[in-house]
C-alpha cells in the first residue's frame, strides 16, 4: 500500500490501515527509546541506520503519511480527548468499557489508547477484563489501540500525540486515553487530554493518601469508583475537602460510579460535558491544545537530534559517558561536548 | 557563600550544604520544566532568562560547583544506588526505613531520595509515617531529600542524576531512590539504580496483576512485604511462576518481609549483597553505569537545547504550534523549522 493509499484507507476509518500506522508510530517510538539505551542491540540497530538516522524507509513512510494527515482536508485537535488515570485496581478498564458505550449510545465514533500495562487492551491484566473488552471488537465505530510504556527518555511524549492524530484522523470524535497512574504519569496524561479524570476507589487505604499529592494538578473531573464498597462517603468526604481549595473558575467534581454495573454512567458524562462547555467558554481549551502541539512538535524534534548523538563519529555519546566515569570530566562539559560535535 | 566553598562544604558532608546544592538541582529543574508548559509564566520566566538561556547567576553557581565535584579528587560513581519502587500502599516508605537502619547498622552513609509523591519525605502521605521518619533527622550519617516529580519532559532526568551525584560527593556510600511506580516510573528508576527492588504486597488483587508488566524488565530483587496478611504464599507463588522465565544468569530472588516489624530485613540485605556481588563480577554493574552516564549527558545537553528553543526569537515553537493547530503545517515539518531556527 502506497503512502497516498494508505493515508486515504485511515480517513475512511478502515481499521486495518489504522492499526498499521499506528504500529508505524510505535515502531518509530521504539528506535528512539533504543538510541537511549547505550546497549549492545541498540549499536547494532544504529549502526545499520545510515549514522544513526531512523530507519529511512520507515519513517519517511510515517512522516508523509502524518503530513498528508495533518494538512489540507484535515481538522487536527478537535476530536475530545479524555485521559483516564488512577492507581492499579480502582476499575480503569471497566469505567474506560463504560465510556466506550456512553459515547456509542450517543453516535459517537470512539477511540481508545491505553498506555497502561494493567489493562486489557494492553495485554497485562486479567482474563476477565479481556474477554469484557472483547464486546467492541467487531463495532467498526470503535478502535482500541495499546501502546508500550517502554519508550523511556521521550519515546511515548513523541509517541502518543502521534496515535492521537492517527485516530482523530479515522474520524473519531472522543479518544478515550487510559493510563495507570500515580505521578508522573497522572501529569503526563493531562497534558494530552481535553479533560483529565482521575479515578479512585474507597478502602484503598495509602492509595488514597498516595493519589492525593497529584490529584489537584491534574484533575479536571474525580471518580470514586467501586461505590457499593464501605468507605465511600469518607472517600468522598476527603476528596472534598481538597477539591474545596481548587482555584476558580473550576473545581473538579466529584462523580461516584459502580462501572461494572453502569451505575454513575450518567452523572459521569453530564460532569465531562460540563467541563467541556467550560474549555469551550473560557477558552482553556485552545490554550491547552496550543500547548499540546508545541509538546507535539518539541518531542519531534528532540527525538531527531537524540538519533543525531546516537549517530555521531565513533559513538561520542559512550566515550564521554566512560571519561565522565572515570572522573575526567563534568556532566556539563561533557553536554557541551556533545552538541559541539552536533555541529 | 562562593562555589569553591559550597563544593567543599558538601565534601565535608555538611547537611546545609548537602540541601543547598540540591535545591539548586531542584530549580534548574523545575525552570526546565517551565520552558516547555508554554503557559504565561513560563514565558514571563523566560524573558527574564536572557533570551531564553536558564537564569544564569543560578546555574553558573550550579554547574562549576558539580564540575567541581565530578572531576579531580571525586570518586563519580561509586556509591551504591538501590532503587525502590512498587505501587501505593505496599509499604515502600517503612522498606525505606528499615533499609536505612540496615545500612546505618553497617556504618555506611546513607542518602535517600525520594521521588514518591506518597512518600513521607516528600511530605505527600500519612502523619504517622512522617513521624516515625523523623528519627533520622537528628542522625548526621543519613541524608534525606525528595525531589518533586513535576519536571515533565526530562526535568527530573535531568536533576536526579545530579541529585545523586551531590549525595556520593557528601560521602553516601548507599543511596536509596524511592519512587511510586507501575510504568514507566519503574523503568526510570531501573536505570538510575544499581540494583532495583520491586516490592509488592499480598492480596493488592489488580495491584498484583498491574506490576506485573514490567517487573521482570527492571526488578533485580523482588520483595513481599506486609508478608503476615492473607495471600502472601499465593503472590510468592505467583512471582516464583515469573521469575522462573528470567534469563540466566540473574533470577531475582523474592523476599517475604514484614517492614514495619524490621522482620525479614536480613534475607533482605543478604539479597542486596548477592546482587552487588554479581553486578561486580559479570561487568554489568560497569555497564550500567555507562548508560547512567550516558542518561546523565544526554540529559542534560537535550535541556539545553530545550532551552534554546525556548529562547528563539518571537516564540517560534508558539507560532508553529499555532499553525500545526490550524492545519497549517505538520509535526514533522514543524519540528524542521524548529531545529532549522536554531541555527
Tied chains: 1, 2.
Excluded at 515502531?27 to 541506520?49: H, M
Aim: glycine fraction near 10%; hydrophobic fraction near 45%.
Amino acid at each position: 500500500m502506497d503512502v497516498r493509499e494508505l493515508a486515504a484507507q485511515v480517513r475512511l476509518g478502515r481499521p486495518r490501515a489504522v492499526a498499521r500506522l499506528i504500529s508505524l508510530v510505535e515502531n518509530a517510538a521504539e528506535n528512539i527509546a533504543e538510541y537511549s539505551t547505550g546497549n549492545a542491540a541498540g549499536n547494532a540497530a544504529r549502526a545499520g541506520g545510515e549514522g544513526g538516522a531512523e530507519p529511512p524507509g520507515a519513517n519517511r513512510v510515517l512522516r508523509e503519511v502524518m503530513a498528508d494527515l495533518a494538512t489540507g482536508a484535515a481538522r487536527p485537535y478537535t476530536a475530545r480527548v479524555i485521559g483516564l488515570t488512577g492507581a492499579p485496581g480502582v476499575g480503569k478498564s471497566t469505567s474506560t468499557g463504560m465510556l466506550i458505550r456512553a459515547f456509542r449510545r450517543r453516535g459517537s465514533r470512539v477511540g481508545v489508547l491505553a498506555v497502561d500495562p494493567s489493562s486489557p487492551f494492553t495485554g497485562g491484566a486479567l482474563l476477565g477484563d479481556r474477554v469484557r473488552m472483547q464486546e467492541h471488537a467487531t463495532d467498526p465505530e470503535v478502535f482500541i489501540r495499546s501502546m508500550s510504556s517502554r519508550g523511556h527518555l521521550g519515546g511515548l511524549a513523541w509517541a502518543t500525540p502521534q496515535a492521537l492524530r492517527v485516530l482523530e484522523a479515522a474520524g473519531c470524535d472522543v479518544i478515550l486515553v487510559e493510563t495507570v497512574g500515580v505521578g508522573q504519569a497522572e501529569v503526563d496524561v493531562a497534558r494530552l487530554a481535553d479533560t483529565t479524570v482521575v479515578i479512585l476507589a474507597p478502602g484503598m487505604g495509602d492509595g488514597v493518601q498516595a493519589a492525593k499529592a497529584g490529584i489537584l494538578e491534574v484533575a479536571d473531573v474525580l471518580v470514586v469508583n467501586k461505590a457499593d464498597r464501605d468507605g465511600v462517603q469518607a472517600t468522598v468526604r476527603e476528596l472534598r475537602n481538597m477539591t474545596g481549595l481548587a482555584e476558580p473558575p473550576w473545581r473538579p467534581p466529584i462523580v461516584t460510579t459502580v462501572a461494572s454495573r453502569e451505575e454513575g454512567v450518567d452523572d459521569l458524562t453530564a460532569a465531562l460535558d460540563k467541563h467541556q462547555a467550560y474549555l469551550d467558554e473560557s477558552g482553556e481549551g485552545r490554550r491547552r491544545r496550543l500547548a499540546r502541539a508545541r509538546d507535539e512538535i518539541e518531542a519531534i524534534a528532540l527525538a531527531r537530534l537524540r538519533s543525531r548523538f546516537a549517530g555521531l563519529h565513533g559513538d561520542r555519546l559512550d566515550a564521554l559517558a566512560t571519561r565522565l566515569l572515570d572522573a575526567g570530566t563534568d556532566p556539563y562539559t561533557a553536554a557541551d561536548d556533545l552538541l559541539a560535535a552536533l555541529r
